[in-house]
Nanobody, 127 residues
């Protein structure tokens, strides 16, 4: 049974940090690309970042470059999203998704590229 479990969300003040985790089970995690997406109320789901199965390739949406860092631990079968210098516009439900294909810089941001999705974790950035 494939599972992707996102956790680590919460309420944080602007300028603060959070680390999200995506724990995986039920599939060959170390062969899968894992991505983070987010969805704010009334908006479409948007890509945040992606990391290849080996961890050597990653991409970020422009608005989070320099503030967010994606990483993975293939022994613990977990992907992390370290989020620093958080802004109110980062408020959203964050989802992780997995796919066996390597990430492509031209297509990684499409939701249709991902085979498996987890439930989301709420991130609220507010003073």
């Amino acid at each position: 049974d494939v599972q992707l479990q996102a956790s680590g969300g919460g309420l944080v003040q602007p300028g603060g940090s959070l680390r999200l985790s995506c724990a995986a089970s039920g599939f060959a995690f170390n062969a899968y690309t894992i991505a983070w997406f987010r969805q704010a109320p009334g908006k479409e789901r948007e890509p945040v970042s992606v990391i290849s199965s080996s961890g050597t390739t990653s991409y970020y949406r422009d608005s989070v470059k320099g503030r967010f860092t994606i990483s993975r631990d293939n022994i613990e079968t977990t992907v992390y999203l370290q989020m620093d210098s958080l802004k109110p516009e980062d408020t959203a439900v964050y989802y992780c998704a997995g796919d066996p294909r390597s990430p492509n810089r031209y297509t990684w941001f499409f939701t249709s590229q991902y085979e498996h999705w987890g439930q989301g974790t709420q991130v609220t950035v507010s003073s």
